[in-house]
């Protein structure tokens, strides 16, 4: 009886060696290592009016790598919530709120549609809008990799349908908890510093080539503009037939035209980073080739206040 106990555990303790010695050549394996890089990109995909990524994520740096496999376009806008609120309470407390006020909007109902905007809840300026992936063309991916502190999130993105609906109505809204716990990543090497502010609108500190570029946005200050959102920075490609002065009013939510299907013809966007607090920084990654392209924020009058930059790649 002994013997077979005996058999037993030392065929145990042979299992357990092999288990440990196999996972032990595992980690070395390069197949291994790049299913843990893959894991510490957070997916996240469109396919119809939806984002679909995981519930929890670490805090700490984070790269958001966006699959925009719809038929519009998107931006994903990280809204921290204050303590205590959910996304049930933005759908029911801020969501019909924005939708009035816009369809008083396109009525040219403009005074009403202010006071429509004054029912907004008193939390709803405790929202920290906390960076998130630029505007991103549909069948287009982008990523970006922001800070992320814990605590809980909404994702947004408030493009309009043809008729004037925003896309969050239509379900374009995520809840995420970022736990303590935090990630070791490290921020990636920029190739392009930007910086961003009310005062002196875009400042690109570098030049920018063709190839794979890495761009780092430093937000000097943050500031509420005309349409009620902080600036922010989209990469768009440009084709020959792109309008800028089209482009520029369609960054405007507020205009029954602006940020609503279809884009605009020519343009192509290619992510960036969405509005977060002064002193933050954050980055994103484009493959840019010989071309003709704009850094623009998604705010009203862009040009006169800087936020428009044209970029030549030669
Ligand atoms: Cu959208």
């Known amino acids: 009886m002994h013997k077979i106990v005996n058999h037993f555990r030392s065929t145990g303790i042979v299992l357990l060696l092999v288990t440990l010695i196999t996972a032990a050549s595992c980690k070395e394996d390069p197949k291994e290592e790049q299913e843990v890089k893959k894991e510490e990109v957070i997916e996240v995909l469109t396919e119809v009016m939806d984002f679909q990524l995981k519930d929890t994520i670490r805090s700490g740096w984070q790269t958001f790598r966006y699959?925009?496999?719809?038929?519009?376009?998107?931006?994903?806008?990280?809204?921290?919530?204050?303590?205590?609120?959910n996304i049930k309470d933005g759908e029911k407390d801020v969501m019909p709120i924005f939708q009035e006020g816009m369809e008083l909007i396109n009525k040219g109902e403009m005074d009403k549609a202010m006071e429509a905007f004054g029912k907004l809840p008193p939390w709803?300026?405790?929202?920290?809008?906390?960076?998130?992936?630029?505007?991103?063309?549909?069948?287009?991916?982008?990523?970006s990799t922001i800070y992320m502190e814990p605590g809980y999130y909404v994702l947004e993105c408030y493009v309009k349908m043809p008729n004037g609906v925003f896309h969050g109505v239509m379900g374009m809204v995520k809840e995420l908890v970022v736990v303590q716990d935090t990630t070791t990543h490290t921020p990636p090497e920029p190739t392009v510093r930007i910086a961003i502010s009310g005062a002196e609108g875009i400042q690109v500190q570098d030049s920018i080539k063709a190839g794979p570029q890495v761009f780092q946005v430093t937000?000097?200050?943050?500031?509420?503009?005309?349409?009620?959102?902080?600036?922010?920075?989209?990469?768009?490609?440009?084709?020959?037939?792109?309008?800028?002065?089209?482009?520029?009013?369609?960054?405007?939510?507020?205009?029954?035209?602006?940020?609503?299907?279809?884009a605009p013809e020519g343009v192509v966007f290619l992510g960036g980073v969405n509005d977060m607090p002064a002193g933050r920084t954050g980055y994103f990654t484009a493959e840019l080739e010989p071309g003709s392209y704009v850094l623009i924020s998604e705010v009203p009058n862009a040009r006169e206040k800087n936020m428009l930059v044209p970029i030549t790649i030669p």
């Open 67 to 85: 699959t925009n496999a719809s038929n519009e376009p998107h931006f994903i806008l990280l809204d921290k919530y204050p303590e205590g609120k």
């Open 124 to 143: 709803f300026s405790e929202i920290v809008f906390s960076g998130g992936v630029g505007l991103v063309s549909a069948g287009k991916m982008a990523e």
């Open 219 to 262: 937000y000097k200050d943050q500031v509420t503009h005309e349409n009620f959102v902080g600036h922010d920075i989209n990469l768009v490609r440009l084709e020959e037939n792109a309008d800028l002065d089209q482009l520029e009013a369609w960054m405007n939510w507020v205009d029954p035209k602006g940020l609503i299907s279809p």
